[in-house]
Each structure stands twice: as structure tokens, then as C-alpha cells.
């Protein structure tokens, strides 16, 4: 679905991520680890086309999109869940759903919001409601029905868990998860190794910008050095 060639990226003159290479294959959860300032969320807007890309490719379905526009690409099947959620506050649910769904004809709007209360009932009860109202949980699981809307192939999701009660968490979790068995290709950016390693299918690893893992999640849990030099956590633990 995703390939990342050699990637070099960043904000004008300030490089965050140095020529790092992965794959995401197709209906597939691929996890983005490391430390804060490794460069995840650079790699996720570079990808989206909110950052300025100095060198390497960027290749969707085996097409570059390299230089395309951050609206083209959410044409092209696209869709990001931002760190922080990023909703329009003084807009009702319905209303930021209906802002997730601006690429395409507006009468695939009441279909599309069907399926996202589908997933999170909660929404559905609070569709009148304004945004900034919405508990933490709740506003997450509208970032990823805003993202829904879009009727994305490729799902970049920034920090699903930051902030969130545990039971929230489940939830919007178990959202993706189904997402997932019904064929969408999704990237995950996480703080929690732990959940990330028990859902995604392969990981990789950035440090200072750098690339420094990729392989299975299986084998990222069982490199202990890697999770104390670069996650944050002990060998033993």
C-alpha cells in the first residue's frame, strides 16, 4: 500500500527524519515507535504533505506521490487521524463529519455518517453535540469517524491513546481493529509500545530521526536492547 524510499524531511532548513525506508503491506497495521523527537509525526505529515520532503519517495500503490498536494492525496485514498485530535471545536458532531467528507459528493454524506455511528454509537447520541464538549474519548473516536469520512484506503492515525481512559482507549482500538479485518491499511503512531506491538504487524523504529528497527512485531518484542535503548523501557520489564 505505502513505500517509503529514503526519506529526508523537515521543517524549511531543519531536517527531522535522515533517509528512513519502510513498507506498509495492504489491510495491514504497521507501528510507528520511538522516543518524543524521533520524528514519527514528522513522517506521518510528511506523508500526508505537510512537510517540506528535501530528498526520497513517498509511493502509494506503487505510484509516487512524492510531490502531490495534501488534497490530492486525500483523493488518492489518504486519510489522517492528527495527534491532539484537532476537531472544529464550536461545530457539531455531524458538522466535522460532514467537513471529513468535503472531497466527495455530499449526497454519500448520510451513508458515510451511518457507517462511522456504526462504529461509535456514542456519536451517534451526541451528533448535535458541539465538538469541544465532547469528553476526551469521545473526540477521539470523531477524529477517526472526520478521518472515515474521507473513505480512506490508507488510515495514518497520530497518537491514538495520548490522554485517554483506558476504556476509551478499547474502544477506539477495537474500532480499528474491525477496520482492519474489513481490508484498511492502517499506520499507527503510539506512545504506548505495549498496545502498539500487540496490534500492529510489523514495527519500525525511529531515534533521533533515524531509522534504527523494522522488522515483525514479534521480533521487535523479543530485541530486549531495543526496547531499553530506544522505547523507554527495561530489558526485564
Not at 179 to 205: H, S
Request: charged letters at 20%; aromatic letters at 6%; one cysteine or more.
Amino acid at each position: 500500500m505505502l513505500k517509503i524510499d529514503n526519506l529526508i524531511c523537515g521543517y524549511g532548513s531543519v531536517r527531522a527524519v535522515h533517509g528512513i525506508s519502510f513498507e506498509v503491506p495492504t489491510g495491514s497495521v504497521f507501528a510507528l515507535l520511538g522516543p518524543n523527537g524521533a520524528g514519527k509525526t514528522s513522517t506521518v505529515m510528511a506523508i500526508m504533505g505537510h512537510v517540506d520532503i528535501h530528498d526520497g519517495h513517498i509511493l502509494l500503490e506503487g505510484s509516487d506521490i512524492t510531490n502531490r498536494g495534501p488534497i490530492e492525496r486525500v483523493g488518492l485514498g489518504i486519510a489522517l487521524v492528527p495527534e491532539g485530535r484537532q476537531l472544529f471545536s464550536d461545530l457539531t458532531v455531524e458538522e466535522n463529519l460532514t467537513i471529513g467528507g468535503y472531497a466527495y459528493p455530499a449526497d454519500r454524506d448520510p451513508a458515510k455518517r451511518e457507517r462511522v455511528f456504526g462504529y461509535f454509537p456514542l456519536l451517534f447520541e451526541r451528533r448535535g453535540q458541539l465538538a469541544g464538549s465532547l469528553s476526551g474519548g469521545e473526540q477521539q473516536m470523531l477524529a477517526i469517524g472526520r478521518a472515515l469520512m474521507a473513505e480512506p484506503r490508507l488510515l495514518l492515525v497520530d497518537e491514538l491513546s495520548l490522554g485517554l481512559m483506558p476504556k476509551m482507549v478499547d474502544i477506539c482500538l477495537g474500532a480499528l481493529m474491525k477496520l482492519k479485518r474489513e481490508g484498511l491499511t492502517i499506520l499507527l503512531v503510539e506512545q504506548n509500545t505495549a498496545l502498539a506491538l500487540d496490534v500492529a504487524d510489523r514495527v519500525c523504529v525511529l531515534s533521533s530521526g533515524a531509522q534504527v528497527f523494522q522488522g515483525t512485531a514479534a521480533e521487535a518484542k523479543s530485541t530486549g536492547s531495543l526496547f531499553a535503548r530506544f522505547l523507554g523501557v527495561s530489558e526485564g520489564a
